[in-house]
């Protein structure tokens, strides 16, 4: 065998074990919900992203959305990974489910609830955060 031939062979052998190999390390083994917040707020206006997090078999982390999820839950509709809540819902918390769609074995359920007492305050304009701060400088310049 020349050495033409030779590469001719093994050049796509090595592609093929290489690719075997980036496959394998890009194996999801578990996945986990990491929430950046502890409720959920209804209506319309919010949009609660629930994040979910693929434990790889290289030990490293990979965020997740709906390209490698399926997301399901008893209430809301989804728009991605974001779960909107009906404003009038009277229920306390809602139970989620993430299907990894690769391995459908791989899944999570968790149980999340829903704020109470949600209480909009309305922001302040800059006029009424500009008095607050003269009166906290006046106050600190008294003492000094």
Same mark, same amino acid.
């Given at each position: @065998?020349?050495? $033409?031939? @030779? ?9 093929? +074990? ?7 390390? *890009?194996?999801?083994?578990?996945? %986990?919900?990491?929430? %950046? ?11 609660? %992203?629930?994040?979910?997090? !693929?434990?790889?078999?290289? !030990? ?5 959305? &709906?390209? *490698?999820?399926?997301? /399901? ?10 779960? +909107? ?9 809602? &139970? ?12 999570? &359920?968790?149980? +999340?609830?829903?704020?109470?007492? $949600?209480?909009?305050?309305?922001? /302040? ?5 500009? *008095? ?10 008294? %003492?000094?």
């Amino acid at each position: @065998m020349n050495f $033409v031939d @030779m590469t001719k062979t093994l050049i796509p052998a090595l592609v093929f +074990i290489m690719a075997s190999l980036s496959v394998h390390s *890009q194996k999801i083994d578990s996945i %986990y919900f990491h929430l %950046y917040t502890d409720s959920l707020k209804k209506g319309p206006l919010h949009y609660n %992203y629930i994040n979910v997090d !693929g434990l790889k078999s290289d !030990g490293n982390y990979l965020p997740l959305d &709906t390209k *490698q999820l399926i997301f /399901k839950s008893d209430a809301g509709k989804w728009e991605g990974n974001n779960l +909107i809540l009906d404003e009038n819902s009277k229920i306390e918390y809602v &139970t989620v489910t993430a299907v990894l769609k690769s391995n459908p074995e791989v899944s999570k &359920t968790t149980r +999340i609830y829903l704020k109470k007492n $949600v209480a909009e305050e309305p922001l /302040k304009s800059a006029e009424e955060l500009l *008095q607050e701060w003269d009166r906290n400088k006046k106050k600190k310049n008294r %003492y000094v």
